[in-house]
């Protein structure tokens, strides 16, 4: 039997915001500027970058249900079933990173190629080892839904930190007169992965396993039907509708981001005004933590997203038609924007583990980190899309990179796809969660009061 435990507390909350930002000081590092890195400073053609993005990701995409399953098999030997893959990948993960910014401009164009594919797919596999038993590791630290919504709540807050810190250092550090100084990614990416070390250090000793993840109908040990594992996937339609919802929002938002320093740059004509936009995102940020908690209760968590992502919607909707020149004006709109769809990527998290818990619902048993890898999966497919989409939506509009200033064409289809695409991404992730996800407020509670009937009735047999 699993060892005595202390109580769910303020620790666990803690600990899990150390271990988002723990990832996101490495993933979310790469995502905001490891194609900038290609593009402007190895001089890497636009076009090869999405091609590279694309077969890595897609790779990175398959080989997530693959160690969510080997995650599932192992035994728990009485220090957790997630948490030590935490520990033995989280080093490694961090090496990689940095590798992957290391200034080989100077390479010919073929080896330069091969570096990025290289060290882009080791560090992919690395990050999955230690992010699929992260995300499980929710679903087993309690069963609560409220207590499941402050899990959400606080992973979100991790990496809102390192997103706030990342936007208002990057531009700052990085740039120099507008351009792109090549040493200092590398520095600035092995500070952040010592952070992201440290801090899932910590999650590993903070966070614990409360939930024993056994099957409710006890069978006998066999080994992994992948076949099987995809057809269970294909009934658990809560988990169905939260990998469609993520993937369209994602690949919308995602292009966006990645267009991010473009706009600021190329567009705004100044780089470091992205920086005062992650200054200001503290705000928003705050609001969104301290507010999301209230309305989720009130309203639903299936509910409020979609009634704040229609709002961004909205406001993305006006911005396309009138545009936006004044960059302190366009920060404070969308500062104004990230309230409309904070409500999508704070509590998104907490679907998933609904999703567990409908797996168990329906199927009579656990499998964390299979369900939880299968969402990953669709996400990273999702930045697969969304990182080649944003280069190709360069070459598509004709972006130079090697030169220092666009033509007035190409700022102004920026900022066209800049509104176009957050649009067209999160409307279609609306209408998924309305007329696919099946769990609204009631649903839920009602799923949650059958699993504890359930398990007291097998505590009592």
């Given at each position: 039997?699993?060892?005595?435990?202390?109580?769910?507390?303020?620790?666990?909350?803690?600990?899990?915001?150390?271990?988002?930002?723990?990832?996101?000081?490495?993933?979310?590092?790469?995502?905001?500027?490891?194609?900038?890195?290609?593009?402007?400073?190895?001089?890497?053609?636009?076009?090869?970058?999405?091609?590279?993005?694309?077969?890595?990701?897609?790779?990175?995409?398959?080989?997530?249900p693959i160690i969510g399953a080997l995650v599932d098999s192992r035994k728990d030997t009485g220090?957790?079933?997630?948490?030590?893959?935490?520990?033995?990948?989280?080093?490694?993960?961090?090496?990689?990173?940095?590798?992957?910014?290391?200034?080989?401009?100077?390479?010919?164009?073929?080896?330069?190629?091969?570096?990025?594919?290289?060290?882009?797919?080791?560090?992919?596999?690395?990050?999955?080892?230690?992010?699929?038993?992260?995300?499980?590791?929710?679903?087993?630290?309690?069963?609560?839904?409220?207590?499941?919504?402050?899990?959400?709540?606080?992973?979100?807050?991790?990496?809102?930190?390192?997103?706030?810190?990342?936007?208002?250092?990057?531009?700052?550090?990085?740039?120099?007169?507008?351009?792109?100084?090549?040493?200092?990614?590398?520095?600035?990416?092995?500070?952040?992965?010592?952070?992201?070390?440290?801090?899932?250090?910590?999650?590993?000793?903070?966070?614990?396993?409360?939930?024993?993840?056994?099957?409710?109908?006890?069978?006998?040990?066999?080994?992994?039907?992948?076949?099987?594992?995809?057809?269970?996937?294909?009934?658990?339609?809560?988990?169905?509708?939260?990998?469609?919802?993520?993937?369209?929002?994602?690949?919308?938002?995602?292009?966006?981001?990645?267009?991010?320093?473009?706009?600021?740059?190329?567009?705004?004509?100044?780089?470091?005004?992205?920086?005062?936009?992650?200054?200001?995102?503290?705000?928003?940020?705050?609001?969104?933590?301290?507010?999301?908690?209230?309305?989720?209760?009130?309203?639903?968590?299936?509910?409020?997203?979609?009634?704040?992502?229609?709002?961004?919607?909205?406001?993305?909707?006006?911005?396309?038609?009138?545009?936006?020149?004044?960059?302190?004006?366009?920060?404070?709109?969308?500062?104004?924007?990230?309230?409309?769809?904070?409500?999508?990527?704070?509590?998104?998290?907490?679907?998933?583990?609904?999703?567990?818990?409908?797996?168990?619902?329906?199927?009579?048993?656990?499998?964390?980190?299979?369900?939880?890898?299968?969402?990953?999966?669709?996400?990273?497919?999702?930045?697969?899309?969304?990182?080649?989409?944003?280069?190709?939506?360069?070459?598509?509009i004709g972006y130079d990179y090697t030169a220092t200033t666009q033509t007035a064409e190409v700022?102004?289809?920026?900022?066209?796809?800049?509104?176009?695409?957050?649009?067209v991404g999160y409307l279609a992730a609306v209408l998924v969660m309305k007329f696919v996800y099946?769990?609204?407020?009631?649903?839920?509670?009602?799923?949650?009061?059958?699993?504890?009937?359930?398990?007291?009735?097998?505590?009592?047999?």
């Amino acid at each position: 039997m699993k060892k005595e435990v202390r109580k769910f507390s303020m620790l666990d909350k803690i600990g899990y915001t150390l271990g988002d930002m723990g990832c996101c000081c490495t993933e979310q590092f790469r995502s905001a500027y490891l194609s900038v890195f290609y593009t402007l400073v190895l001089q890497v053609n636009p076009a090869h970058s999405a091609i590279l993005f694309l077969i890595t990701k897609i790779w990175d995409a398959i080989n997530d249900p693959i160690i969510g399953a080997l995650v599932d098999s192992r035994k728990d030997t009485g220090k957790g079933k997630f948490i030590p893959w935490i520990r033995a990948f989280a080093l490694p993960m961090a090496v990689t990173c940095v590798l992957g910014f290391a200034n080989i401009r100077d390479w010919a164009y073929g080896a330069k190629l091969i570096y990025m594919f290289v060290t882009y797919v080791v560090y992919e596999i690395l990050y999955t080892c230690v992010n699929v038993p992260y995300g499980s590791l929710s679903s087993v630290m309690t069963d609560d839904v409220n207590q499941r919504t402050d899990l959400s709540r606080y992973r979100s807050l991790g990496g809102t930190i390192f997103m706030t810190v990342a936007v208002i250092i990057g531009p700052l550090f990085l740039y120099k007169d507008n351009q792109p100084v090549p040493e200092r990614f590398v520095i600035l990416s092995a500070a952040f992965a010592a952070v992201g070390f440290v801090c899932l250090m910590l999650t590993s000793f903070w966070c614990k396993e409360r939930i024993v993840a056994e099957p409710i109908v006890k069978e006998e040990k066999q080994k992994i039907n992948y076949l099987e594992v995809i057809k269970e996937i294909g009934k658990n339609r809560a988990l169905i509708g939260c990998m469609l919802a993520s993937f369209i929002g994602m690949v919308g938002a995602s292009v966006v981001n990645g267009l991010n320093t473009y706009l600021y740059k190329d567009y705004f004509g100044n780089v470091k005004l992205s920086a005062m936009s992650g200054m200001l995102s503290v705000l928003w940020s705050l609001i969104a933590f301290i507010g999301i908690k209230f309305v989720a209760k009130k309203f639903g968590k299936k509910e409020w997203i979609m009634y704040s992502a229609t709002f961004s919607v909205i406001v993305y909707a006006i911005l396309h038609f009138f545009p936006i020149t004044d960059g302190m004006t366009f920060i404070i709109v969308n500062g104004i924007c990230y309230l409309g769809v904070c409500g999508f990527q704070v509590l998104i998290w907490a679907l998933v583990n609904d999703s567990i818990d409908y797996h168990e619902l329906i199927h009579g048993k656990r499998n964390e980190g299979i369900v939880y890898s299968a969402y990953s999966f669709v996400r990273k497919l999702a930045n697969a899309v969304s990182a080649s989409l944003a280069n190709f939506a360069l070459v598509w509009i004709g972006y130079d990179y090697t030169a220092t200033t666009q033509t007035a064409e190409v700022t102004k289809s920026i900022w066209s796809g800049y509104t176009t695409l957050y649009v067209v991404g999160y409307l279609a992730a609306v209408l998924v969660m309305k007329f696919v996800y099946p769990l609204t407020k009631e649903k839920t509670q009602e799923m949650i009061d059958t699993l504890a009937k359930r398990r007291a009735e097998k505590n009592e047999a």
